[in-house]
């Protein structure tokens, strides 16, 4: 008789559960922001509001990337609360653009949390398990998926992976967004700053996650080259001016990665002065008439971050001046983000979205492009092109 020995990999193994809280004391957490008081009853961790005192957070000593969060919570009706995902504190005061109530600048003070929330608000609201961006850009998905109930425990699910976090609530599915400002933080429990009468609760208990690596930034692989007129000049530093003349009526350009994709999430820096350029992806043949792709504008006085399907269909969405003008950074850095999964796109510039397109029916593979329209004077450069490499 022969043993055979089957080694599995611990890679493959699937993700164990792991509790965050021990339902004896508070080791592995720390309280950042505000006079709020936390203890341990039984099991659960109370929540305890103070007069005056600004939001307040129980904060894990550790940061996560990758992970699914399940937690239990019920607190007083009247008292708005949420769990943070992700989140860090501002080393130095920090004035940041938030969109909650229009658009406007923020002024907020060192050690101030912030990152994602996860909404915990009462049944009558409806909110609970949207995703607020705290002390940032406000809120990134306000649902109403009316899984929630007042004076009850209430079961969180949480799930980040890349550059997407999905929300449930008593099994309802609440949020589902795309965005990846953050890739790592520490977990926080939100006491809200509350005017009374003092004192409110929210509880939380059994409180556990799987922890599944993180995921990263990594330079877009692979080489590019040149098609078409205009021209291509490229530093030692990886930054890429592309320059083109009107006047000499060459056939547009463009700088085409040697590398095909599918799903992925991609980002870079671009500085346009003047003319008109875009990123394809999902490119089909550029010399082939017919269905190009997929397109985001980019042009300095115009469609910030808009989405078109050029060759065939045109524009799928444009976006407002008022966003333009709010948003674009005429001398400086335009951070894009393109996310395609399937036929889901969401676009963001400088930290906001531009569009989206959650089924659309276009091409679901192909290579990326930096576009040289020779229709116009242009001066743009490109830099820092990387590729998220999820878990």
Same mark, same amino acid.
């Given at each position: 008789?022969?043993l055979?020995l089957f080694?599995?990999?611990?890679?493959?193994?699937? $993700?164990?559960?792991k509790?965050?809280?021990?339902?004896?004391?508070?080791?592995?957490w720390?309280q950042?922001?505000g006079t $709020?008081?936390?203890r341990v009853?039984?099991?659960?961790?109370v929540?305890?509001t103070?007069?005056?005192s600004?939001?307040?957070f129980l904060?894990t000593?550790?940061e996560?990337g990758?992970?699914i969060?399940?937690?239990?919570?019920?607190?007083?009706?009247?008292?708005n609360?949420?769990v943070q995902?992700?989140?860090?504190?501002?080393?130095a005061?920090?004035?940041?653009?938030?969109?909650?109530?229009?658009v406007?600048r923020?002024k907020h003070?060192?050690?101030?949390?912030h990152?994602?929330?996860?909404?915990? $608000?009462?049944e009558?609201?409806? $909110?609970?398990?949207g995703?607020?961006?705290?002390?940032?850009?406000?809120?990134l998905?306000?649902?109403?998926c009316?899984?929630?109930?007042?004076?009850a425990?209430?079961?969180?699910?949480?799930?980040?992976?890349?550059?997407a976090?999905?929300?449930?609530?008593n099994?309802?599915?609440?949020?589902?967004?795309?965005?990846?400002?953050d890739l790592?933080g520490?977990?926080?429990?939100?006491?809200h700053?509350f005017?009374?009468?003092h004192?409110?609760?929210v509880r939380?208990?059994?409180?556990?996650?799987?922890?599944?690596?993180?995921?990263?930034?990594k330079?877009f692989?692979g080489?590019?080259?040149?098609?078409?007129?205009?021209?291509i000049?490229?530093?030692?530093?990886?930054?890429m001016r592309?320059?083109?003349?009107a006047?000499?009526k060459?056939?547009?350009?463009?700088?085409?990665?040697k590398?095909?994709?599918?799903?992925?999430?991609?980002r870079?820096?671009?500085?346009?002065?003047?003319g008109?350029?875009?990123v394809?992806?999902r490119?089909?043949?550029p010399?082939?008439?017919g269905?190009?792709?997929?397109e985001?504008?980019?042009?300095?006085?115009r469609?910030?971050g808009?989405?078109?399907?050029p060759?065939?269909?045109?524009?799928l969405q444009?976006?407002?001046d008022g966003?333009?003008?709010?948003?674009?950074r005429?001398?400086?850095?335009?951070?894009?983000?393109?996310?395609?999964?399937?036929?889901?796109?969401?676009?963001?510039v400088?930290?906001v979205?531009?569009?989206?397109a959650?089924?659309?029916?276009?091409?679901l593979?192909?290579?990326v492009?930096?576009q040289?329209?020779?229709?116009?004077?242009?001066?743009?450069?490109?830099?820092?092109i990387?590729?998220?490499e999820?878990?």
């Open positions: 008789m022969r055979v080694v599995v990999s611990a890679a493959l193994l699937p $993700a164990q559960w509790p965050l809280f021990s339902g004896r004391d508070l080791a592995g720390h950042c922001n $709020a008081t936390y009853e039984g099991a659960e961790i929540g305890e103070a007069a005056g600004p939001n307040s904060c000593d550790r996560y990758d992970f969060l399940e937690f239990e919570t019920k607190n007083d009706p009247v008292l609360s949420g995902i992700r989140s860090h504190q501002y080393a005061e920090t004035e940041v653009m938030t969109v909650n109530r229009g406007r923020v003070p060192a050690g101030r949390v990152g994602y929330q996860v909404e915990v $608000a009462n009558q609201g409806g $909110a609970s398990g995703i607020y961006d705290e002390a940032r850009r406000g809120w998905h306000q649902t109403q009316g899984g929630y109930k007042d004076n425990w209430n079961t969180y699910r949480v799930e980040a992976r890349g550059d976090i999905k929300t449930w609530v099994g309802k599915a609440c949020a589902d967004v795309v965005d990846s400002m790592t520490f977990i926080a429990l939100q006491v700053a005017k009374g009468p004192p409110a609760t939380w208990r059994n409180v556990r996650i799987q922890d599944l690596g993180t995921s990263r930034w330079p692989p080489g590019w080259s040149a098609t078409g007129g205009g021209k000049a490229k530093a030692k530093d990886g930054t592309l320059t083109a003349e006047a000499k060459e056939s547009r350009g463009f700088y085409v990665s590398r095909a994709l599918d799903d992925f999430t991609i870079l820096k671009y500085k346009i002065t003047h008109n350029s875009g394809f992806y490119m089909g043949d010399d082939l008439r269905e190009l792709g997929y985001i504008e980019v042009d300095p006085s469609d910030l808009g989405l078109q399907a060759g065939t269909r045109g524009w444009h976006t407002s966003m333009f003008r709010d948003h674009f005429p001398d400086d850095w335009n951070v894009l983000t393109i996310s395609a999964h399937g036929r889901r796109h969401t676009i963001h400088n930290g979205k531009t569009a989206e959650t089924d659309d029916p276009g091409r593979n192909g290579k492009a930096l040289l329209n020779t229709r116009y004077d242009l001066d743009v450069t490109y830099k820092d990387e590729i998220l999820s878990k």
